[in-house]
């Protein structure tokens, strides 16, 4: 079965670009979430979907960033302007539910803002 | 106090050796108790996975929770070079999932 693919597995821009992560998760999950590692914060979650639907985006640092997931099979992570703090590893996981299930983690996105 | 607290490491061992991981953890509505491992450049993968206090075996690993003392811990026996990563507690209750921020473990050969 596979397992959540996000692309790029690397980034490597210049501050101010815009930035597109993409992950495509688990069949027949229908949460998705978007996290941050850093070695300094350790995981740190950004945003949740529902059935594609937005629940909480209070983890999202500032408005640079924005998350969308039009389909069940596809969500992206978009920041924009990019800036050299926001380099880090970023993850997708999926579950079959919100709470009380485990996640399943892609392979994460890493990227670097020069 | 952070809901999730959890020694960084690095915890350095010899092969074979007996492995202890814990994490504290502060709301008491937590019920669901998981512990995942992660290798270098990889993503976080599910390693045990339990619900409410109690022990749960599966091969090398042994979960155990202590609700009352709001304390978990997995136990690798045996240990071996391959279980070299960093270990990342989490747990939840009707909440996403709060993670911890991970031991660093690395097993000599």
């Known amino acids: 079965d596979a397992g959540v693919i996000q692309s790029p597995r690397h980034e490597v821009t210049e501050m101010g670009q815009e930035v597109t992560l993409r992950c495509k998760p688990i069949s027949g999950h229908n949460s998705l979430f978007w996290y941050r590692q850093t070695m300094m914060r350790g995981l740190e979650l950004l945003i949740y979907f529902n059935n594609n639907v937005p629940i909480d985006d209070s983890g999202m640092p500032e408005d640079r960033f924005s998350a969308k997931m039009p389909n069940a099979s596809f969500s992206t992570l978009k920041i924009q302007p990019s800036e050299p703090r926001d380099s880090a590893v970023y993850f997708c996981?999926?579950?079959?539910?919100?709470?009380?299930?485990?996640?399943?983690f892609g392979d994460g996105t890493r990227l670097s803002i020069l | 106090q952070k809901e999730v607290e959890q020694d960084p490491g690095p915890l350095s061992v010899p092969e074979g050796a007996i492995v202890s991981l814990n994490c504290t953890y502060s709301n008491s509505a937590f019920q669901y108790f998981m512990w995942y491992r992660q290798y270098s450049r990889k993503g976080p993968e599910l390693l045990m996975y339990t619900y409410s206090s109690g022990n749960k075996e599966d091969g090398r690993f042994t979960a155990q929770v202590d609700k009352s003392s709001k304390y978990i811990s997995l136990f690798i026996r045996d240990s071996q070079p391959s279980d070299s990563a960093t270990y990342l507690c989490a747990m939840n209750g009707n909440t996403p999932l709060v993670f911890g921020k991970g031991t660093r473990l690395s097993v000599i050969a």
């Open positions: 996981a999926s579950s079959t539910d919100i709470s009380n299930q485990p996640q399943h």
